[in-house]
């Protein structure tokens, strides 16, 4: 199958002195290679954790309670920190919203790259210095060859996220995860990211998955879209499907919170009412409930299961069963 990575009912909680914080709650999507999928939700939906399952990069307390996470037809799960070690950076790698927090100050841009290619790709010093260069070309930054004896704080801030992005697809991984790569940088910043990404998704054969909190940053990158709420998957579709035509009431939310740049709110964000639900003590019904403002009875005494509306977009929504009464939903995007 053309399945890069499939991961199945994966369960990660945190086990902290408070108890078990469950975080992700039987989790199951996958990836195609060369595809590109966003994970959308906010803070605490478990999108950064999902990530970090994948990546076998899970903090302590955290840890893969359950699951599997088939890379390459192989369990990455039961795999060791020493076999991750060598997946990392080569099959698979990431780049996160701070490039200060990736990039090491004391060597230059050129010589991080060349790190990595030397030690995933056996390049002699100077195949690895001509690689950094085609790397920093890649990415847009301007006269690499001078750039790239440059230090990180001589890079600006959209500088140092391609820098990232270069050492990130300098060995040439099958997957790609960037976790809100744009947040902590300026709009007409993020524009340009967001374009290299996708331009670079068609140049490399690299599969991404982007994970943000912004439903729009997704549906102009990636071609489906997985969008979380409380540890779960609430809707999952085409980003065509869920963006212009969301059957779920949280990713009607999500739409409706996106900055609108004529309303003149560059940077805010419209949030949905009320907080997402303890981790600590999961709701057994639907996690959305208490902030859905289509909730019946039944969305508390039991979660839902997915509906599919149509091919390849599911939804977990009592509102999508046969016998729930009609309502009138809003929030798909108006073309
Ligand atoms: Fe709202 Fe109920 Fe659907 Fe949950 S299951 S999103 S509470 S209508
Ligand atoms: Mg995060």
Redesign the pocket.
């Known amino acids: 199958s053309g399945k890069l990575l499939d991961v199945k009912e994966l369960y990660t909680s945190f086990y902290t002195h408070l108890g078990e914080v469950q975080a992700i709650r039987g989790v199951s999507f996958h990836l195609d290679k060369g595809e590109a999928l966003g994970i959308v939700g906010e803070s605490g939906s478990g999108k950064s954790v999902t990530s970090l399952s994948v990546m076998k990069l899970l903090q302590y307390p955290g840890k893969v309670k359950s699951g599997q996470i088939m890379f390459k037809g192989e369990d990455l799960v039961p795999k060791s920190n020493k076999e991750m070690m060598s997946i990392r950076g080569d099959q698979i790698a990431m780049i996160f919203q701070d490039p200060m927090t990736s990039l090491n100050p004391v060597y230059t841009i050129g010589n991080q790259i060349m790190e990595a290619v030397i030690k995933h790709q056996g390049l002699s010093k100077s195949e690895a210095r001509a690689k950094a260069i085609e790397m920093l070309t890649l990415v847009g930054i301007p006269s690499p060859e001078q750039r790239v004896d440059n230090f990180p704080h001589e890079f600006s801030g959209g500088m140092r996220q391609r820098a990232m992005i270069a050492i990130a697809l300098s060995c040439q991984p099958d997957l790609l995860i960037a976790d809100e790569p744009t947040t902590a940088l300026d709009v007409t910043i993020q524009a340009q990211i967001l374009e290299l990404l996708k331009e670079l998704k068609d140049k490399v054969n690299t599969a991404i998955i982007l994970i943000t909190h912004d439903l729009g940053v997704v549906a102009d990158v990636c071609s489906r879209i997985v969008v979380m709420y409380g540890g779960l998957i ?1 809707e999952e579709g085409s980003a065509e499907d869920v963006f212009y035509n969301p059957t ?3 990713t009607m939310g999500l739409i409706k919170s996106i900055p609108r740049l004529d309303l003149n709110e560059k940077h805010r964000l419209i949030p949905i009412p009320g907080t997402p639900p303890d981790l600590l003590n999961p709701p057994t ?5 208490t902030r ?5 009875q ?2 508390v005494k039991e979660a ?1 299961k997915f509906y599919v509306t149509n091919e390849g977009h599911r939804a ?4 999508l069963d046969p016998e729930a009464p009609k309502v009138e939903t809003t929030g798909g995007v108006k073309r």
Do not use: D, E, Q, S
């Not at 859905?292 to 019946?296: E, I, L, S």
């Not at 977990?316 to 509102?319: E, K, P, S, T, V």
């Open positions: 609430m779920h009431p949280y019904g639907c996690p959305f409930a859905c403002p289509y909730a019946m039944v969305c839902p977990a929504c009592w509102l």
